[in-house]
């Protein structure tokens, strides 16, 4: 898990040396063309950190970002905007996304269609145990726990606002859904006849180590969008939503 770790940190951290690095290369040519504003040099700079993190193979949407970062900063310094408001911007996001720095799992939601293939999908009479894994705003829980009174659901949450807002909404549900603040790594799965994930391509392989490890002979895991990669799923379901996505489910 420790390698796990570091490996998912990897990617801000190589974003940062590549900054320092164009800075590096482009700092001497500033002497020879000193007619240059600060700002197109700026514009070099981010040009030359996207361009390295292009042949270095990050993931796509570390370009803009790598194009983008340095002009940024000239610009709002230009501006005279007050720091404040980055380090307010920067609050509400980690309430938002937690550590998705980290873990690579930003916040986006089940679809309706999602909840409604799983709808079908749930036992209709038999008492069941249900997790999401990174329950998000409890949206999905929500909506399952009303359908199904036969199922207790769980949910794991490790970013703040989406668990406020989920414990809110718990407050008004049945009792047969409970949510908790936390990380999903440390949950055991052995308890539950069905494990759901809406995540990222990058933790599933881990995932599934840790599912099949955990969850008992005959239970299900199912994920939404990201395939386990190299273990073929015993059913995929194609959901008709705005990302086209699938359901991908796995016997243990
Ligand atoms: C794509 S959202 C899915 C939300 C919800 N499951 C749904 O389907 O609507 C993924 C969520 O997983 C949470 N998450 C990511 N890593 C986590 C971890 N290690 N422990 C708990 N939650 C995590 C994120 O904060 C995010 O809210």
């Known amino acids: 898990m420790q390698t796990c770790i570091k490996n998912k940190q990897k990617p801000a951290l ?8 164009a800075l590096t290369l482009i700092f001497p040519l500033i002497a020879y063309y000193p007619s240059f504003s600060i700002l197109e040099w700026a514009i070099f700079h981010g040009i ?15 370009i803009p970002i790598q194009l983008c970062f340095m002009p940024a900063i000239v610009v709002t310094h230009t501006i005279g905007l007050s720091p404040i408001w980055f380090a307010l911007a920067f609050g509400v996001l980690i309430l938002i996304y937690g550590k998705t720095y980290q873990t690579q799992v930003p ?7 999602a909840t409604e293939v ?12 249900f997790m999401d894994l990174g329950c998000g705003c409890g949206g999905l829980l929500s ?3 009303k359908t199904h009174a036969n199922g207790i659901f769980h949910g794991i949450e490790a ?16 009792p047969n859904y409970k949510i908790q603040l936390g990380d999903l790594w440390k949950q055991n799965l052995s308890h539950y006849d069905i494990v759901y994930a ?4 990058v933790p599933m392989k881990s995932l599934w180590k840790k599912a099949s490890l955990e969850m008992r002979p005959g239970s299900f895991f199912i994920s939404n969008t990201f395939m386990v990669p190299g273990i073929k ?20």
């Open 118 to 129: 799983l709808t079908t999908l749930l036992p209709q009479k038999k008492n069941f145990t």
């Open 143 to 145: 909506k399952l726990s």
């Open 107 to 113: 916040l986006y939601l089940s679809s309706n269609q």
């Open 159 to 174: 970013a703040l606002l989406p668990y406020f807002i989920s414990r809110i909404r718990n407050l008004f549900v049945q």
């Open 198 to 201: 809406y995540l990222s391509p």
């Open 233 to 252: 799923p015993d059913k995929c379901i194609k959901l008709n939503d705005f990302s086209d996505a699938t359901l991908y489910i796995w016997r243990i």
């Open 14 to 21: 190589l974003a940062l040396l590549i900054q320092l690095t």
């Open 48 to 62: 030359v950190a996207a361009f390295l993190s292009y042949i270095i193979k990050m993931a796509i949407w570390w």
